[in-house]
């Protein structure tokens, strides 16, 4: 029996007015989901644990099986293993976005213009965060570059205390005076970023080309090393993970499942769909078990307000990868399940994550029951079935 999970990130949203009260998944042709929902079983999963922020960390790790009350620490400790960072016991490690700011005077009257910088080039970021670090020439803590704007802040052998930081995806067009971290150090950190940013070469060539500039550093996602017991030990099956993003590879690594990388995976609209999908085939025919396709797309689109890219990137996820995956272990002599879902809502009206009850499907091969339904929050309601212990989620796939 092969296994795949198909993870569209943030793809679950509320009913739109722009789309005449329906969601995304409620008006995006979509074939394959809806084929699989139809004649798979559907159901909703509650992937985020009451008590816990409905983060892609807490949410993702509830699908790989892992309790997030029992092994969530912080979202930056599981991208920090992604890039190859070795965590101390006492180190503290925190996410560092490069964002865009407004332009007042005071740091405190700024608004929150883009959590990404435009999805800032890796190479762009690399040269920031290198001449940021020597420019700040911190004691006890370092900076390391991530994927765009996504990048790792690490404060070595810190005392205990108990940060209140804010991701700046949850503050998309809002004043940042009230969000601002509750540590002099993170703050002064992040004050400093600024003032040596606003003039850098990268960021000027990027306002003469009308892009948001990566003007300032924003720490969020604070945490210590987690301890995740290894994927194999506890499924005894051989797992890969496919994706564009750190923080899930971050829980590959640790888990001990392969990472393949993908060339031209982005983790937004433009990322390598076809790439992505034929890799999750490749694994497969090559003696993986199970492949666990992480793609971000839908829930970057969420998180920027884009409703038309929301459903293209739902489309182009049926189009490009269900299909493919489908068409190529039909044809093979395995058995197999196709497992698809959000791993949490990410609605267009609020721009952030919510911890609501995503559907879910899952499929095996000449599974030819008809059940009338589609691969939607709606259907997934009427299927009358819940979960609500997501980290359970991945004992019932593979049964």
Not at 87 to 98: I, K, M, Q, T, Y
Not at 121 to 131: C, F, N, P, Q
Not at 367 to 392: R, T, V
Request: aromatic fraction near 10%.
């Amino acid at each position: 029996m092969k296994y795949i999970i198909i993870l569209t990130d943030g793809a679950a949203d509320y009913p739109c007015e722009k789309l005449g009260g329906k969601t995304p998944l409620d008006v995006a042709e979509k074939p394959y989901m809806d084929y699989f929902a139809n004649h798979g079983e559907l159901f909703l999963v509650k992937t985020v644990p009451d008590g816990l922020k409905p983060g892609s960390d807490v949410a993702n790790l509830s699908v790989f099986g892992y309790d997030p009350k029992i092994y969530y620490t912080g979202r930056s400790p599981l991208e920090a293993a992604s890039i190859g960072v070795n965590l101390g016991d006492n180190d503290v490690s925190f996410r560092a976005n490069l964002v865009t700011l407004s332009d007042e005077e005071n740091y405190e009257d700024k608004t929150m213009v883009d959590y990404s910088s435009d999805e800032i080039s890796t190479g762009e970021a690399d040269i920031l965060i290198k001449d940021l670090s020597k420019f700040l020439n911190l004691k006890n803590y370092s900076l390391y570059t991530g994927v765009s704007y996504r990048h790792l802040l690490v404060k070595e052998n810190a005392a205990e205390f108990t940060y209140e930081l804010i991701p700046p995806h949850d503050i998309s067009d809002k004043k940042i005076k009230e969000y601002l971290p509750n540590d002099v150090e993170i703050l002064d950190i992040m004050k400093r970023s600024h003032e040596f940013l606003k003039n850098h070469p990268v960021n000027i060539k990027r306002r003469k080309a009308g892009l948001h500039e990566a003007n300032s550093l924003w720490v969020w996602g604070d945490g210590k090393k987690p301890g995740i017991p290894k994927f194999f030990d506890k499924y005894r099956i051989k797992g890969a993970v496919i994706s564009a993003v750190d923080l899930i590879k971050g829980i590959g690594k640790l888990s001990g499942m392969e990472v393949i990388e993908v060339e031209g995976a982005t983790g937004n609209i433009n990322t390598n769909f076809e790439g992505k999908a034929k890799a999750a085939i490749d694994a497969l025919d090559s003696g993986f078990d199970l492949v666990y396709l992480h793609i971000e797309a839908p829930d970057e689109c969420g998180h920027r307000g884009e409703v038309e890219n929301k459903i293209k990137s739902i489309q182009l996820i049926d189009l490009l990868v269900i299909k493919y995956i489908k068409e190529k272990l039909d044809k093979s002599n395995e058995d197999y399940k196709i497992m698809v879902l959000p791993d949490h809502p990410t609605p267009l009206n609020l721009k952030t994550h919510t911890g609501d009850p995503v559907p879910c499907v899952i499929y095996k091969k000449w599974d030819y029951g008809n059940f009338g339904y589609k691969f939607s929050e709606e259907d997934a309601k009427k299927a009358n079935a819940i979960l609500n212990q997501g980290h359970l989620l991945m004992d019932k796939f593979l049964g």
